[in-house]
C-alpha cells in the first residue's frame, strides 16, 4: 500500500540558493553596465566577509561548518546586501553591514531556519540608521556622470576613497530619483517639472529601468522554477501600485505615478527576492499575500511620509514582526474539527 508523503526529488537547500543567485545574475550585469564594475567589487568582498563570518560563527557554535557553507545561504545574504548598497560604498561599510547580517541576524538567532528577520534587510537598515550621507551617495550613471570612472578607479576609490585629480565626488554622485522627488517637492515643486531633471527616465531612474527589468526577469525565471510562488510577488507590487494609484489620482501634482514607484528603488529587488524569504516570511498562502500587501503599503508610506527615501527594508523589517500572528490567523481548517 502506498503511503505518504508522496513528493519526491525536493530541490535542497543549496539548489534552491543556487537559483536564486543565478536569477540575480541578469541584474548584476546591467547592474555593472549602468554603473559601472565597482558592483562587482562590492558583490566579491560581501561573499568573502558572509563566507569568513558564517564559518566563524559555526566553529565558535561547534556547528560542522563545510555543510552550512555549501548551501549558499551567506552567499545570497550578501549578494543582496551588496545590490542594495551604493555600489561606490566604501569596503568598511560593506563588511559592517555583512557582519550584522550573518553574525546578529542569523548566527545568533541560531543559524538558517531561526532567524525572524531578513537577515540582508537587518544589515541594509543598520548602515542607513548609522552613516546616512554615504548610504545616499550614490553614484549618477555613467551616461549622465561628466567624469565616468574606469574600473580600476572605482576600485581604487572603494577602498582608499581618493579618486583621481580632475574628478570630483559631486560630479560623479548624486541623489537617487526618490530623494530628489522627496526634496523638490518639499520645496513646493511639481511632479511633472521635478522629473524632467536628467536623472530620471520614462518611468523611473535614467538607467535604473534597465536594472529593474533585469530583475523582473529573473524573478520570472525563479517563478517559472517554482523556487517563489506568486503569491509574495504579486501581493506586494499590486499593494504598491494600488496606493501610488489613489494618492496620485486625488494629486497628480504632488504624488508620482505608480509605474514611478514601481520602476524606482528597491521595488522589483524587494518584490522577487527580498520579501520571498521563506525563513523570515509567513508559510499561508493567504498569509503571505497579507504579508507582502502589508509591505508594500508600508514602502509606500515611508517613501512619501517618512524620513527615508525608500522604505523597503523598515517595510519588510516591521512584517517580519507581524510574521507569527500572520501564520496564526492564516492557518487552514484541519479537516474533520470545527473551525
Known sequence: MNRSPYITDAPTVSTIMLKVLLALVPGIFAYAWIYGGGILVTITLATITALIAEAALLKIRQRPIKPHLMDLSAVVTAWLLALALPPLAPWWLVVIGVFFAIVIAKQLYGGLGYNPFNPAMVGYAVLLISFPLIMTRWPAPLALAGHPLGFMDQLHFIFSNVLPNDVKVDAITSATPLDYLKTQLKLNQEV??????????????????????????????????????????????????????????????????????????ASLLCAFFIITDPVSGPTTPRGKLYFAAGAGLLTYIIRVYGGYPDGVAFAVLLMNMCVPLIDTLTQPRVFGHEK
Open 192 to 265: 511633472a517639472g521635478i522629473t524632467q531633471a536628467p536623472m530620471f527616465g520614462n518611468f523611473g531612474a535614467q538607467g535604473g529601468e534597465v536594472v529593474t527589468g533585469a530583475y523582473l526577469l529573473g524573478g520570472l525565471y525563479l517563478i517559472q522554477q517554482r523556487i517563489i510562488s506568486w503569491h509574495l510577488p504579486t501581493a506586494f507590487l499590486a499593494a504598491l501600485a494600488s496606493i501610488s494609484l489613489i494618492f496620485y489620482a486625488v494629486n497628480p501634482a504632488h504624488f508620482a505615478n505608480p509605474l514611478f514607484h514601481l520602476m524606482s528603488g
